[in-house]
């Protein structure tokens, strides 16, 4: 695997592991990559802290899993992004990430030519997967200490051939107003707004709607670049299996994480994901929503990525949040926070020509923008804690 790192090419080796288990921040460094190479080398396995939490966090993690021994085998240990929860660790072997790697080289084109563009962070498993991926295919990957629109766009407009963003990224990508050569961007961490899709296509780029988690090592579907239409996140990856059973998203295949370290491993390989969701006729996924955030009113479900779908349509909002309030007559109510520079009274009119009256959220709370964790994805954890806050 090459990797382009401040403008230098690198030939990347693995870095010399002599212990079971490490723990490391897995900053966007050659050395995060060498080491991740290394542990994989020497069958260790290698748990990557997110370097932005505050010292007392990365501590709580290590402790959490301390009094586990290592499984005795290469892996990666990834503690999962906790929008809804507190964060858990999730064990990747070596095969996991190989095959998870292998078909999503299938579907994303990837080979030896490709220049693949990593501004997803290396302690995640989007980050992870670009160095997989390219490590497998002889590759190069072009690593980026963090994002930045403007060095994207000029990397796209260089010739980098893929990339992996997620939606708010790729809205600021877009807003540099350039037009580029037609790389394939896979975008995932969240709903997608179909007008978003719609002026990356019109820039040029190849742009497919994927979903995945880190307990699948990154994507578990994706869409195919002949017939990408931004409807759905496409059907499974090779390899993968993917069924709604009681409308759950549920994945098998060669590439589902062993299990969470601490916890009783996965039975017959098969993971419930907690997302709902469903196939369409032609096999391919809509996530409708995480089970923690289905919103229950008067009996009836909303789905808060359907809404958000609904008003990121608005010329006028540039990111949306719908998150649940408790109510004494309907039992749950929704609440809209909304980046945008229109009165609300407008939005919820906007709703209601395109929404059942049910589902458009009973307040909207304008805001200068939603807390975001480093994957891309809305905290919903810390937003909550702001409405339960301004509930009291």
């Not at 209601?352 to 954890?381: H, I, W």
Request: hydrophobic share 45%; glycine share 10%.
């Amino acid at each position: 695997m090459k990797l382009v790192f401040r403008g230098s090419a690198l030939e990347i080796a693995p870095t010399a592991v002599h212990e079971r288990r490490i723990f490391a921040e897995g900053n966007n460094t050659p050395d995060t990559a060498g080491l991740v190479l290394g542990a994989m080398d020497r069958g260790a396995e290698l748990v990557l802290l997110n370097p932005r939490l505050t010292a007392a966090e990365r501590t709580a993690q290590r402790q959490s899993i301390s009094g586990i021994p290592p499984a005795g085998e290469a892996a990666l240990v990834l503690f999962t992004s906790g929008t809804t929860g507190s964060p858990k660790a999730a064990r990747l072997a070596r095969d996991n990430l190989e095959a998870s790697a292998l078909a999503a080289n299938q579907v994303l084109q990837v080979h030896a030519q490709s220049r693949f563009l990593c501004v997803l962070p290396l302690f995640h498993v989007g980050g992870l997967g670009v160095l997989f991926r390219c490590g497998l295919a002889g590759a190069t990957v072009l690593l980026h200490e963090r994002f930045d629109a403007a060095a994207v766009a000029g990397e796209l407009r260089e010739g980098a051939t893929h990339a992996s963003l997620v939606a708010t990224t790729l809205a600021r990508v877009l807003e540099q107003g350039a037009t580029f050569p037609p790389a394939i961007v896979a975008v995932g961490g969240g709903p997608v707004p179909k007008p978003l899709l719609e002026r990356a296509r019109s820039a040029g780029l190849r742009v497919l709607r994927t979903w995945g988690m880190t307990e699948t090592c990154s994507m578990a579907t994706c869409e195919r670049p002949d017939d990408a239409d931004g409807a759905t996140a496409g059907p499974p990856l090779p390899g993968f299996q993917v069924v709604v059973d009681q409308g759950e998203v549920v994945v098998r295949g060669p590439a589902v994480m062993r299990g969470y370290l601490g916890q009783p491993p996965l039975q017959g390989g098969s993971f419930r994901t907690g997302d709902l969701g469903e196939m369409d006729a032609r096999g391919r996924l809509i996530v409708h929503a995480r089970r923690s955030d289905l919103i229950v009113s008067g009996g009836e479900n909303i789905y808060p990525a359907e809404v958000e779908a609904a008003l990121l349509a608005h010329p006028e909002v540039r990111d949306a949040a719908v998150l649940p309030a408790s109510d004494e007559e309907w039992g749950q109510i929704g609440v809209a926070y909304v980046v945008t520079d229109a009165p609300v009274s407008g939005l919820r009119e906007f709703l209601r020509a395109r929404l059942a009256k049910y589902k458009v959220p009973v307040r909207f709370v304008a805001v200068s923008e939603l807390p975001r964790n480093a994957a891309g994805k809305v905290d919903r954890v810390a937003l909550q804690g702001r409405l339960e806050l301004e509930e009291r």
